[in-house]
């Protein structure tokens, strides 16, 4: 499986704290993207970073790329009991014409 | 903007019906259509990709006569579970992106639960 590997698998926070999520992929890739699912429902886009950069912001969000090592990091700042979900990177995978191949997931809970 | 329409969201069926799924982008044209399939607290994975005009390209291991995609028009795709059993029972998500070969995100639909009896 091509499939990419995120952990932790599960994370537990307080409300305020940071939390951060890392991906290891397989492939050389066009771009990775970070969505998140809240329970039963469909995902969300967070973030793309292109595989020429190394670290993008978005509000809260903080992602990293380092493609030597084949893996990112998703940094949420100051937590809010909002932000509880899943969280899942993506690669779009160079020769794959925009299909994205999902990672494992973080399943991310902030208590008050 | 970038808005994707799933529909329906819940279905519950006997063994043996067929169940079409629709995917609509909203305010967009969608050139690429993708339809997905989620176990219980598991990833997505890719069933197959669907273009405007053009037959579906399958994933390995799918089978296409059992999962019917039908890409008519650049603002709707249909998943159709053939006979469907109890083991087709699975979320299945679409997705839609509105430019082939560039960097841009796929935008979702809410998903439907399939639960088959």
Known sequence: ?112 | GAVVSQHPSWVICKSGTSVKIECRSLDFQATTMFWYRQFPKQSLMLMATSNEGSKATYEQGVEKDKFLINHASLTLSTLTVTSAHPEDSSFYICSASTLRGSNQPQHFGDGTRLSIL
Not at chain 1, 30 to 51: A, C, E, K, M, T
Not at chain 1, 68 to 82: F, G, H, M, Q, V
């Open chain 1, 1 to 112: 499986s091509q499939q990419g590997e995120e952990d932790p698998q599960a994370l537990s926070i307080q409300e305020g704290e940071n939390a951060t999520m890392n991906c290891s992929y397989k492939t050389s890739i066009n771009n990775l993207q970070w969505y998140r699912q809240n329970s039963g429902r469909g995902l969300v886009h967070l973030i793309l970073i292109r595989s020429n950069e190394r670290e993008k912001h978005s509000g809260r969000l903080r992602v990293t790329l380092d493609t030597s090592k084949k893996s990112s990091s998703l940094l949420i700042t100051a937590s809010r009991a909002a932000d509880t979900a899943s969280y899942f990177c993506a690669t779009d995978d160079t020769g794959t014409a925009s299909k994205l191949t999902f990672g494992t997931g973080t399943r991310l809970q902030v208590t008050l």
